[in-house]
């Protein structure tokens, strides 16, 4: 396709925008809460997400090309981001096992990995060249890794490309209207069939190929209900928690920019995705009726499968911190990007830890001035209530 240039809103402090991907986050489960967008108005500031104007297409969501966007979702485009294109800071991070299965077709003679020997396994390769192609790069690394799990390479495969547009996001259709949240994004396109979010699936039914990548629990229960697949590996169920690498875990980052010039901005946005995610762990079905409308999983109940043991509040810890540089070293070594950094100094745990303080800090303050009630509200000994 045709690089062009990105257009966006011009900049303006009072106003912060915001996106996120259909993964599992705090962010998705806002959206219907509202409760970022009450922090920004203490703040003074409009808080919307970023389509939500027709001044901006869908790239900043890429190349994080707008200085007052927050964006939760996808890790790779962000490793991207920072590694070639612009500094950003990394907020924070939720963890999902979600590694990545092998399929094939449901009545092939093919049960193990060990049977794809000589056997062709497809690739996507976006033919966009302004988006990180994250695609490609999951599926890339989940099949590399399903096959050194059976003591087998690339070479012990035939890895077909399967080039496609990669192009919905410059159709007038998706340019023209404006949208209040990523809801309404993903039912106009039904995500969960559209086959352009499984452009694999396809070659695998017309057996092109023997085998794709697949997401675990997401595509997985969706492709596997047709009867015309089945998997026959999957990364999500092993205990080893390095294997876990289908663009997770979803990441919050800000700009540089962002980050020195308005802290506070950062900060509120932190306050409330550490609210929303305390009410999500505390409401795991509610939250999953939230994210059903914008995740992959097939139904409700599914969701609340994938999330029931998911923390909800972002975090920085030390085994996200090294699930993030796993997936920069190999995006890295497999030319994905061309810059290496460290991950630890692009970890920003400051704001987080503001945004904890103050909100313990509101708590203690909200707690010491609530009016106590009189002692016959309490009915005290010797007085009748009622």
Known sequence: MTERVSTTVPLSWDEVWFTNCPMVSANNVDQELGWCREEF?????????????????????????????????GLYPTIHVNADIRRTRLLGATQVVEGGAMLVRARDDIFRME?????????????NTIKNDWWRIQEHAGIELMLKLHGMTTDDVEIVDFPYPDDWYDKPEMLQVNMNNPSELWLRRDHKHDLAFRPLETGLEQGVVDAIYTQSKVFQHLQEDTGKFKAIEDLSRYPDWTLQMANCPAVITCTDVMADEHPELVVAYMKAMIKVG??????????????????????????YQGIKDVDMVPNLSPKNLVSIDIAKDFMLSHGYIHNDYDVHEWAAPQFLEQAARELLEEEWTRRSTAKLPEPTELGAPGVRLG
């Open 278 to 303: 305390r009410w999500a762990n505390e409401n795991k079905y509610a939250a999953s009726g939230i994210l059903n409308r914008q995740t992959f999983y097939r139904d409700v109940d599914d969701t």
């Open 41 to 73: 108005k203490k703040l003074g500031v409009e808080y919307a997400y970023f389509r939500s104007t027709p001044e901006n297409n869908w790239y900043p969501h890429y190349i994080h090309n707008l200085d007052n966007l927050i964006r939760f979702g």
């Open 115 to 127: 049977d794809l020997r000589g056997k062709k396994i497809g690739l996507t390769k976006s033919l």
